[in-house]
């Protein structure tokens, strides 16, 4: 692959880089929304929604339409969702694998809230699973 490919690839992960932007997704993964209930789910003013949805879209990510004076967002890519799965999948080998007395990691923790048995650093996806419960 070239640099340029790499590149582009970059600006794409770079623009799902920030938990607003995020949030939005997943919200505009369940349903085509409004940009006005988009701000109140993030509790930012418009202008900083606004913003962060000109991320999205210059990424290719998120696509608008105007309705009268209303402005409505829908996932163009629906396939980044499973980028974030594989993020999950990560978050939770890394929460419930990790090697014990590093420091680098708080201490794992069950669905429930409970603090979960600590398992060796090789543990499998399903050890994790089977401690954590699925991704969320």
Do not use: W
């Not at 607003?20 to 202008?47: F, K, M, N, P, Y």
């Not at 419930?96 to 543990?123: F, I, K, N, Q, Y």
């Amino acid at each position: 692959m070239s640099d340029e490919h790499y590149i582009l690839r970059a600006q794409i992960i770079k623009a799902l880089g920030h938990p607003t932007r995020l949030r939005i997704v997943e919200r505009l993964a369940e349903r085509e929304t409004c940009v006005c209930d988009l701000q109140e789910l993030v509790g930012g003013d418009i202008s900083t929604v606004s913003k962060h949805l000109a991320v999205l879209r210059n990424a290719g990510i998120v696509s608008d339409r105007k309705e009268g004076l209303s402005v409505f967002y829908r996932l163009r890519a629906p396939c980044v969702l499973r980028f974030l799965e594989c993020i999950d999948e990560v978050l939770t080998s890394r929460f419930v694998c990790a090697s014990p007395g590093r420091g680098e990691l708080p201490p794992p923790v069950a669905a429930d809230g409970r603090r979960a048995p600590e398992l060796p650093a090789t543990c499998s996806r399903r050890a994790a699973r089977a401690q954590l419960g699925p991704a969320r």
